[in-house]
T-cell receptor
Framework: GENVEQHPSTLSVQEGDSAVIKCTYS??????FPWYKQELGKRPQLIID?????GEKKDQRIAVTLNKTAKHFSLHITETQPEDSAVYFC???????????FGAGTILRVKS | ETGVTQTPRHLVMGMTNKKSLKCEQHLGHNAMYWYKQSAKKPLELMFVYNFKEQTENNSVPSRFSPECPNSSHLFLHLHTLQPEDSALYLC???????????????FGNGTRLTVT
């Protein structure tokens, strides 16, 4: 089955700096790659996603890059703010499948 | 209002109890999911229902029994659980295979389960 590895497990950055979280996956048939943000005591929420026919997608301060050959994708947050502090999960899914496999999560702390 | 509502928010039960978790979605989705979230572990997929039919059982012990009477409601029946089953149980829904290509999951707020 699919195996998703996420790094780092914790990340501390100074307010205003950038944060990068990386995920690798094993199944080359996977072609949908979302990122979820989970604040303390709240539900995971989709923040950005990318499909395999695209190499990069950007939404304001958040961007995701995908390297299908190397089977890895990354979340980039620029100009970090304290409210970006949360747990971030990457996930992977095959075409038209229902099974979304998650990474272990990254605890991001933005220090002001 | 998240679109996916779970009850109860918190549940404490003994190992011999029987209880049920409830999930309801108001998004018109066709697929519903149960995930288990334990500390320092990835979100673990437990069950998937697509148009009320179970399409995925991720080797979940029989003490967890799902029920999906229609596309809007999903239950997780719990019986003779173990302390290691204590976790946050998250329900989610999505458009499903017949809907939008690779539609995202929408999660509920979860039920925090403690087994004593």
């Amino acid at each position: 089955g699919e195996n998703v590895e996420q790094h780092p497990s914790t990340l501390s950055v100074q307010e205003g700096d950038s944060a990068v979280i990386k995920c690798t996956y094993s199944d080359s048939a996977s072609n949908y790659f979302p990122w979820y943000k989970q604040e303390l005591g709240k539900r995971p929420q989709l923040i950005i996603d990318i499909r395999s026919n695209v190499g990069e997608k950007k939404d304001q301060r958040i961007a995701v890059t995908l390297n299908k050959t190397a089977k890895h994708f990354s979340l980039h947050i620029t100009e970090t703010q304290p409210e970006d502090s949360a747990v971030y999960f990457c996930a992977v899914r095959k075409e038209y499948g229902n099974k979304l496999v998650f990474g272990a999560g990254t605890i991001l702390r933005v220090k002001s | 209002e998240t679109g996916v509502t779970q009850t109860p928010r918190h549940l404490v039960m003994g190992m011999t109890n029987k209880k049920s978790l409830k999930c309801e979605q108001h998004l018109g989705h066709n697929a519903m999911y149960w995930y288990k979230q334990s500390a320092k572990k990835p979100l673990e997929l437990m069950f998937v229902y697509n148009f009320k039919e179970q399409t995925e059982n991720n080797s979940v012990p029989s003490r967890f029994s799902p029920e999906c009477p229609n596309s809007s409601h999903l239950f997780l029946h719990l019986h003779t659980l173990q302390p290691e089953d204590s976790a946050l149980y998250l329900c989610a829904s999505s458009q499903g295979r017949s809907g939008s290509y690779n539609s995202p999951l929408h999660f509920g707020n979860g039920t925090r389960l403690t087994v004593t």
